[in-house]
């Protein structure tokens, strides 16, 4: 069982940025694949970036160029830095954990709040 903790969300303005962590406990941090997902009101969750227990990482489209994922393993945490954010970045962001060795492992946070507004 892994237990996911995320923290780092808050309120931005329009261009500002905001870094989000999770932290894990209680599995081999370094064999899951890691990612962020977002949830807007009245929208389904979907994936803003994922980092491979290997480092490899891949982007929403609507992300690209401003956000970045990133792992360590010492620490046993995932970060997502956000910059240039825009209102519609606005959702409960969770974190999510999968064994790169079977999918059948999978968890999650308990999300963090990120609001994008003047």
């Known amino acids: 069982q892994v237990q996911l903790v995320e923290s780092g969300g808050g309120l931005a303005q329009p261009g500002g940025s905001l870094r989000l962590s999770c932290v894990a406990s209680?599995?081999?941090?370094?064999?899951?694949?890691m990612g962020w997902y977002r949830q807007a009101p009245g929208k389904q969750r979907e994936l803003v970036a994922r980092?491979?227990?290997?480092?490899?990482?891949l982007y929403a489209d609507s992300v690209k160029g401003r956000f970045t994922i990133a792992r360590d393993n010492a620490l046993k945490t995932v970060y997502l830095e956000m910059s240039s954010l825009k209102p519609e970045d606005t959702a409960v962001y969770y974190c999510n954990a999968v064994s790169a060795i079977s999918s059948r492992y999978a968890f999650w946070g308990q999300g963090t709040q990120v609001t994008v507004s003047t």
């Open positions: 980092i491979t227990s290997g480092g490899s990482t």
């Open positions: 209680g599995g081999i941090f370094s064999i899951y694949n």
